[in-house]
């Protein structure tokens, strides 16, 4: 008998049975003791039907209780399900066989402990590191059982040429194997230091107990010689035969994956999704190995339960296996239908404008422009030029091997060569993956490995980039490089020899076929100011109604001249049938635009329209006495200048309308999720305020006014309780009802790329996005956005949203920007208000008495009643946008330095 005082583990769960054993390893009449946990009493006790059966299969070198989380959540009355979590033989608190027990007798061992059991369906198996293997064994045997799959960081094959992890290595080398899995503790100290955070001293005990001794510790050793790496393994034809088999897997499946994994990276993830590409996929960024000790796993495997269940009622199955197609918010395999494939009425793809351009009597004037940094047109395409270009780049790329579903990585400036390469991807249906360098090298790099893609197009700094970390991709050049610097970088070509070899002559392969309007298209990555960036799918049709919404929305059409100074809106110039420009700077660092290189670009082409951050149009301002006459004049010609990423406060716009004086000035409100949202103009700002200081518009104020939702688009809100959360599911549109923001529009992203239970998350109401921010509608149906839902603070006598209060602060001449933070336990916050000075702190820390009060004072004027001021020499804002307050890391910092710790850095 086993006495099961574990931490986390009900004593009730613990249980042994004989089981009769069919192993070739045993001899006939063998019977073996195994140890699980099971929670069939405990459900029994408290009356509670299950849904069905988990049947938990551990890794090497833990065991049953790697599952506890998941036991006790079955026994919810919310959703009881039968968990039974297994001791593989010779593992845990299960038998010592005295045999080796290699793959496919640990399959056929599970299968006869089913047996015993007397399991019935639905069943759906859930394996971790070598149990995942076993547990697919399984299912593969029992497709009358089987319901479902579920696997945390496994791995059913070594990809040919991929080196063995070293650890693993290390743990199978003979000098090491017996000590260190066997005959000492090491192997088992070394997995258990792979949780992060560190596991707690009595957990890590638990997991150590059965495991005390040499003899304890044999099946552990027996587990590392029995993974099979040559073709000469014994259990090499078992491990594929799992791999092959589970190709023919059509339940559901979900992948949890931790990627800081030393032994199952990516790449292991990346090969389990080809297999089988339906499956339901989450990255746990910052989670490793021990992804059950990391990260709570059983809400998402219970809610992603719940959800196939209402699928196979939905569609009617009865035998608990709910067949479903492939997701594209996982995998992007779907590539461009054939010609004659039947393409959805109206659907226009991304590129036809510039099609219909290129055939038509514009086509020898110029398409795609880019500046030099002295002021001259460094390159530039005809439509034509550009048509052929992208035709013939797409015909190399395709003899290089990228296909439909394909993803590519490109890590180009915008400009001509991104132009072109983004254009021919997305002609051959391939899924191009953008993630620019404001990410910084390491958001950049954990964006990439995220992605996977096959293929990686660069410049030469990030193709060292990827050669230093590592990036998945054959890698592509966007010049020739010399010979050692081309095997240095593992590059196999570049995109001139694509387009000059390969491509050549590609107009005669005749009309490219049209891409199905649901096949992906891009993978988009968020700017990572609220957190790591996340990868955004679009579908073709999506991008086609982002084009559409803009052209309508703003009246861009055919024979517009843009300057494009904003990176999303680099590449939609061609889309729109617009001449575009790329003025000279580093767009990933919008500060780098100055007003001279604005007006250099805009008189390169005539333009008429200007796309240009907040960052960007703050250093045009401060750089405006640069420009030249001439430069004025081509100013004096825009007639509409756009500014997005991130809110542009009323001065600043005032101040440009002085620079470009006959241009309508629009500050739309989007993010990479769906861009734009709702639109509104300087006029409109100046409206929007009067309104909210007159008090004439029931709901103005408090907040940044964003405007009316854009062509297309529909806004509402879910409302905040109490405690700073919108759990609702019912939008609502009363004026001054504050909530998360909600927004439905045709453009609106597909998915987020492998990260299931954040889509479930932003898609909880049907049919719209939850966008994370917290804002309000007026009485005249705009939109005010009053920060991130993440950033509302929850002081005893209501909710805290921080935009109002802020832009209160920032109107004292002392202060250029202010945040507002909670510090102490949520629903007894003190509010606390940083701000950044002028002149700038000297140090971090209280500022001055004066200024504290008058800040205080501000903030009451708005609503809000400010415990405490702090003052830093710059508040930290993020890369790609120089616009958005991490308020988050405020706050923490706040927390340290009113508890006494000295100011320095958040």
């Known amino acids: 008998m086993v006495t099961a005082d574990w931490p986390g583990v009900e004593p009730e769960w613990s249980r042994t049975l004989a089981v009769a054993s069919t192993s070739a390893v045993d001899p006939p009449g063998t019977v073996r003791r195994w140890h699980i946990l099971d929670n069939e009493a405990q459900l029994s006790r408290l009356g509670l039907t299950p849904a069905g059966t988990l049947l938990c299969v551990h890794g090497n070198p833990t065991w049953s209780y790697l599952w506890r989380s998941l036991l006790s959540a079955g026994s919810d009355p919310a959703h009881p399900w039968r968990v039974v979590a297994v001791d593989q033989l010779d593992m845990g608190y299960s038998e010592r066989t005295g045999t080796f027990r290699r793959l496919a007798d640990r399959i056929n061992d599970l299968g006869d402990l089913s047996a015993a059991l007397g399991l019935t369906g639905p069943v759906v198996t859930v394996g971790h590191d070598w149990g995942g293997a076993v547990s697919l064994g399984w299912a593969l045997a029992h497709p009358e059982l089987l319901a479902g799959t579920v696997l945390t960081n496994t791995a059913v094959h070594q990809p040919s040429g ?126 490793g190995h021990l992804l059950p000790e990391d990260r709570d796993i059983a809400t998402p495997i219970f809610a992603w339960l719940a959800a196939r269940r209402r699928d196979r009622d939905r569609n009617g199955d009865s035998d608990g296996a709910s067949r479903r197609a492939p997701s594209d918010a ?130 030469d700094r990030a193709l060292g980039a ?75 049709r999506q991008l086609a109604a982002m084009r559409d919404t803009v052209a309508a929305t703003f009246g861009i059409h055919p024979g517009a001249r843009l300057v494009a100074g904003f990176a999303p809106f680099a590449l939609l110039g061609p889309a729109l049938g617009a001449v575009s420009v790329t003025p000279a700077m580093d767009v990933t660092a919008p500060r780098t635009l100055t007003a001279r290189a604005l007006a250099e670009a805009a008189a390169a082409i005539d333009a008429s329209v200007v796309f240009a951050s907040p960052a960007a149009l703050r250093n045009v301002l401060a750089t405006g006495d640069e420009v030249g006459e001439a430069g004025r004049e081509a100013l004096e010609r825009i007639g509409l200048l756009l500014s997005a990423g991130a809110p542009v406060p009323e001065p600043l716009l005032s101040a440009v309308q002085r620079l470009v004086p006959h241009a ?72 001054g009802v504050t909530g998360e923001i909600l927004v439905s529009a045709p453009h609106v992203k597909e998915a987020y790329d492998r990260l299931w239970l954040t889509q479930r998350d932003s898609s909880s109401v049907p049919g719209w996005h939850r966008t994370g921010d917290v804002g309000h509608l007026d009485a005249a149906g705009r939109l005010w956005v009053e920060g991130r839902l993440a950033h509302v603070v929850t002081p005893p006598d209501g909710v805290v949203t921080p935009v109002g209060a802020e832009q209160a602060i920032e109107r004292l001449d002392a202060v250029q920007l202010a945040a507002i933070g909670g510090v102490g336990p949520a629903g007894t916050q003190a509010v606390v208000a940083v701000v950044e000075t002028v002149p700038p702190a000297r140090k971090a820390g209280p500022v001055a008495p004066q200024l504290a009060h008058r800040v205080r004072a501000a903030a009451l004027d708005a609503g809000v009643t400010v415990s405490a001021v702090l003052a830093l020499p710059a508040l930290p804002v993020d890369i790609r946008h120089n616009a958005k307050i991490d308020r988050t890391r405020l706050s923490r910092w706040a927390s340290r330095v009113l508890a006494g710790a000295r100011g320095g850095r958040p």
């Open 330 to 459: 996982t995998t992007a395999a779907a590539g461009p239908s054939s010609p004659s494939a039947p393409v959805a009425a109206g659907f226009r793809p991304l590129w036809d404008a510039l099609g219909e351009q290129a055939g038509g009597p514009s086509g020898d004037e110029t398409a795609v422009a880019e500046m030099s940094p002295q002021g001259t047109v460094r390159r530039s395409l005809t439509w034509r030029e550009l048509e052929q270009s992208i035709a013939e780049l797409a015909a190399g790329l395709r003899q290089a091997g990228v296909r439909g579903g394909s993803r590519v990585s490109l890590m180009v400036p915008p400009g001509v060569d991104l132009t072109v390469a983004l254009y021919a991807c997305l002609r051959l249906g391939a899924v191009v993956v953008v993630a620019d360098a404001g990410l910084g090298t390491r958001g950049l790099s954990r964006a990439v490995k995220g992605a996977a893609p096959e293929f990686l197009i660069g410049i």
């Open 162 to 287: 991929a080196a063995v992890p070293p650890a693993l290595r290390l743990a199978m080398h003979p000098a090491v194997h017996g000590w260190g899995t066997t005959a000492s503790d090491a192997f088992l100290r070394v997995t258990h230091s792979l949780a992060r955070p560190a596991l707690p001293d009595d957990v890590r005990r638990a997991y150590m107990a059965p495991y005390r001794t040499a003899h304890d510790r044999a099946g552990v050793g027996n587990f590392v010689a029995d993974i099979p790496l040559r073709p000469s393994h014994p259990s090499f034809a078992a491990l594929r035969s799992v791999a092959e088999g589970v190709r023919s897997l059509t339940v559901p499946a979900l992948m949890l994956w931790g990627p800081r994994d030393p032994i199952f990276s990516d790449r292991y993830l990346n090969d389990l999704i080809a297999r089988m590409p339906h499956a339901d996929v989450h990255r746990f960024e910052g989670a």
């Open 664 to 735: 309508s000035l629009h500050t739309p409100y989007g993010m990479t999720e769906a861009l734009p949202v709702t639109d509104i103009s300087l006029e409109g700002i100046q409206a929007a305020d009067a309104d909210a200081a007159a008090g004439t518009v029931p709901g103005s104020g408090n907040g940044v006014c964003v405007g009316l939702p854009v062509h297309g688009a529909r806004v509402a809100v879910v409302p905040l309780t109490a405690s700073g959360t919108a759990p609702g599911t019912e939008p609502v549109t009363e004026p």
């Open 466 to 540: 990827a050669a230093a970390l590592g990036w998945p991709g054959r890698r592509i050049s966007l010049r020739d490089l010399p010979t050692a610097r081309r095997r240095l970088l593992g590059v196999e070509t570049s995109l001139a020899a694509l387009a000059s070899g390969a491509g050549a002559g590609a107009e005669a392969d005749g009309p490219w076929p049209v891409p199905e309007p649901d096949a992906p298209a891009a993978i988009l990555f968020t700017s990572g100011s609220t957190g790591p960036a996340k990868g955004v799918l679009y579908l073709h």
